[in-house]
């Protein structure tokens, strides 16, 4: 018998339930219980970057927004830096941007939103440029094991066609369920998202 | 805030020392997958239409998956690690008090430091302080159920609370969740980001719980199961379980800049 590596293994996931608000957004929940409180707005009046709104909603199989769901989003800053030791590029790192935001959907509608920047397009190991995008993580009541997938911008066409994440999506079509759409409302920028869980337009899930 | 509770005392003992000295830079190790519930589990209700069918794309760790956010004391309130008294009014929470600690730790046995914990429970009614929690059980009054703490330098962590009850929901006619405590951690990189539950040792509920069947491994479900602690219970106080928790194995080394509150 060979030596025994001895690693431990990861703890099993657990869905989050229908009620991940009450330790995660306990305003959410209906009460106000911790002086500091994370939130879906990532800037401060100091961040550098341009402003800008993202909005979506998450689809079960049958295209019924996902009420009780909890998306986290982390990004670069607007210098394409994440503001973490483990990213040694060149970008500025700005104090005024975490980079990390958690909204839960809204219990009527199912809309998610958060108020956050830009992000920069950053280099991968290979030294190639990789468009900007947003890493969105998703949990809620029946999904065992967070979901990991990002969000594209549609007006960085040239940057997505050259990305080298979203070519390894092996279908062509499949690479549009990450893009968000830009558009103008009322002097803001939003982008607008849809996370299908199932169905012909599924999502483009991450094994990360 | 109440006069009657004794303050919280650290039950750490026994934290050992990290197994495996720092490997080489960037990325974490493999998810093993057969240790996680499957994303579609028919007898988990709620999964049917929640579970992609397309296969994950897989990916290479990149900056994007490595890095994670950064947490330190200045996001946290004195009261935060303690259930017994962050939403006190005017006396203790109904139940049994308990102190749940452990450590969290990677896949090579280092502990995980300066990490954000955040838990969620039920009162000991088994009823959620959450407006679209409708079980007949009473909301406590002094009790809100949800807390958060960062781990040390070893990673250790602890909190105090009240043992949560069980509570029926619409799975199945009569299905009944086991007494938990839902946990969020972070780690150091967004790739190890993970949520589970901590289960009580002897519950009777466990092996019928529809949603910790989706485990299909018996050895993975076990590690859910926090054993009765009694070297760290406190004397005529609180009785204490001990649940440590694994993430990926990271191949990076610790950043020594890190240090909580930046």
Same mark, same amino acid.
């Given at each position: 018998?060979?030596?025994?590596?001895?690693?431990?293994?990861?703890?099993?996931?657990?869905?989050?339930?229908?009620?991940?608000?009450?330790?995660?957004?306990? %305003?959410? *929940?209906?009460?106000?219980?911790?002086?500091?409180?994370?939130?879906?707005?990532?800037?401060?009046?100091?961040?550098?970057?341009?402003?800008?709104?993202?909005?979506?909603?998450?689809?079960?199989?049958?295209?019924?927004?996902?009420?009780?769901?909890?998306?986290?989003?982390?990004?670069?800053?607007?210098?394409?830096?994440?503001?973490?030791? *483990?990213?040694?590029?060149?970008?500025?790192?700005?104090?005024?941007?975490?980079?990390?935001?958690?909204?839960?959907?809204?219990?009527?509608?199912?809309?998610?939103?958060?108020?956050?920047?830009?992000?920069?397009?950053?280099?991968?190991? *290979?030294?190639?440029?990789? %468009?900007?995008?947003? #890493?969105?993580?998703?949990? *809620?009541? &029946?999904? #065992?094991?967070?979901? #990991?997938?990002?969000?594209?911008?549609?007006?960085?066409?040239?940057?997505?066609?050259?990305?080298?994440?979203?070519?390894?999506?092996?279908?062509?079509?499949?690479?549009?369920?990450?893009?968000?759409?830009?558009?103008?409302?009322? &002097?803001?920028?939003?982008?607008?998202?849809?996370?299908?869980?199932?169905?012909?337009?599924?999502?483009?899930?991450?094994?990360? | 805030?109440?006069?009657?509770?004794?303050?919280?005392?650290?039950?750490?003992?026994?934290?050992?020392?990290?197994?495996?000295?720092?490997?080489?830079?960037?990325?974490?190790?493999?998810?093993?997958?057969?240790?996680?519930?499957?994303?579609?589990?028919?007898?988990?209700? =709620? =999964?049917?239409?929640? =579970?992609?069918?397309?296969?994950?794309?897989?990916?290479?760790?990149?900056?994007?998956?490595?890095?994670?956010?950064?947490?330190?004391?200045?996001?946290?309130?004195?009261?935060?690690?303690?259930?017994?008294?962050?939403?006190?009014?005017?006396?203790?929470?109904?139940?049994?008090?308990?102190?749940?600690?452990?450590?969290?730790?990677?896949?090579?046995?280092?502990?995980?430091?300066?990490?954000?914990?955040?838990?969620?429970?039920?009162?000991?009614?088994?009823?959620?302080?959450?407006?679209?929690?409708?079980?007949?059980?009473?909301?406590?009054?002094?009790?809100?159920?949800? @807390?958060?703490?960062?781990?040390?330098?070893?990673?250790?962590?602890?909190?105090?609370?009240?043992?949560?009850?069980?509570?029926?929901?619409?799975?199945?006619?009569?299905?009944?969740?086991?007494?938990?405590?839902?946990?969020?951690?972070?780690?150091?990189?967004?790739?190890?980001?993970?949520?589970?539950?901590?289960?009580?040792?002897?519950?009777?509920?466990?092996?019928?719980?529809?949603?910790?069947?989706?485990?299909?491994?018996?050895?993975?479900?076990?590690?859910?199961?926090?054993?009765?602690?009694?070297?760290?219970?406190?004397?005529?106080?609180?009785?204490?379980?001990?649940?440590?928790?694994?993430?990926? @194995?990271?191949?990076?080394?610790?950043?020594?800049?890190?240090?909580?509150?930046?």
């Amino acid at each position: 018998m060979p030596q025994q590596l001895n690693y431990l293994k990861e703890t099993a996931s657990q869905t989050a339930g229908p009620y991940v608000h009450i330790g995660l957004i306990p %305003a959410m *929940a209906g009460f106000d219980i911790f002086e500091k409180n994370f939130s879906n707005v990532l800037t401060t009046p100091d961040t550098e970057g341009e402003r800008i709104t993202l909005e979506g909603k998450v689809l079960d199989g049958t295209g019924t927004p996902l009420r009780d769901v909890l998306l986290e989003i982390w990004q670069a800053n607007a210098s394409g830096r994440y503001n973490h030791p *483990a990213d040694r590029s060149a970008g500025a790192l700005n104090d005024e941007f975490r980079g990390w935001g958690r909204a839960g959907s809204d219990f009527e509608s199912g809309l998610v939103t958060f108020e956050t920047i830009k992000p920069g397009a950053i280099t991968d190991k *290979a030294g190639r440029k990789c %468009a900007p995008h947003i #890493n969105v993580w998703i949990v *809620a009541r &029946g999904i #065992n094991i967070g979901l #990991n997938t990002r969000l594209y911008f549609s007006d960085e066409e040239a940057a997505n066609a050259a990305d080298p994440v979203l070519n390894l999506i092996e279908q062509p079509s499949r690479r549009s369920t990450l893009v968000a759409r830009r558009s103008e409302r009322g &002097g803001k920028v939003v982008y607008s998202f849809t996370i299908n869980l199932q169905g012909p337009e599924e999502t483009v899930f991450f094994d990360v | 805030m109440n006069a009657q509770a004794p303050a919280l005392r650290d039950p750490r003992l026994n934290r050992p020392e990290p197994l495996a000295p720092p490997l080489g830079d960037g990325g974490f190790f493999q998810r093993d997958r057969s240790i996680h519930p499957p994303a579609h589990a028919p007898g988990y209700k =709620s =999964s049917v239409l929640r =579970s992609p069918r397309q296969s994950l794309l897989s990916l290479e760790g990149s900056v994007s998956e490595i890095t994670g956010p950064v947490f330190g004391h200045n996001d946290l309130g004195p009261l935060d690690n303690d259930l017994i008294r962050n939403y006190a009014k005017d006396g203790d929470p109904v139940g049994e008090r308990i102190i749940v600690h452990g450590r969290v730790l990677d896949e090579t046995g280092r502990g995980v430091p300066n990490t954000l914990v955040e838990f969620w429970q039920a009162n000991a009614g088994g009823r959620y302080r959450h407006k679209k929690d409708t079980y007949l059980a009473p909301i406590d009054p002094n009790f809100g159920g949800c @807390g958060r703490a960062l781990t040390d330098d070893t990673g250790y962590y602890y909190f105090r609370t009240v043992k949560p009850g069980p509570y029926p929901w619409r799975n199945y006619v009569n299905s009944w969740r086991p007494a938990h405590i839902h946990f969020s951690v972070f780690g150091s990189g967004f790739a190890q980001r993970l949520i589970t539950q901590m289960y009580f040792e002897g519950d009777p509920l466990i092996p019928i719980c529809p949603i910790l069947t989706t485990i299909p491994d018996k050895d993975a479900l076990d590690r859910l199961v926090a054993p009765l602690d009694l070297n760290a219970s406190a004397p005529f106080d609180s009785l204490a379980y001990r649940f440590d928790i694994v993430l990926r @194995g990271q191949r990076s080394t610790y950043f020594e800049n890190r240090t909580a509150g930046n």
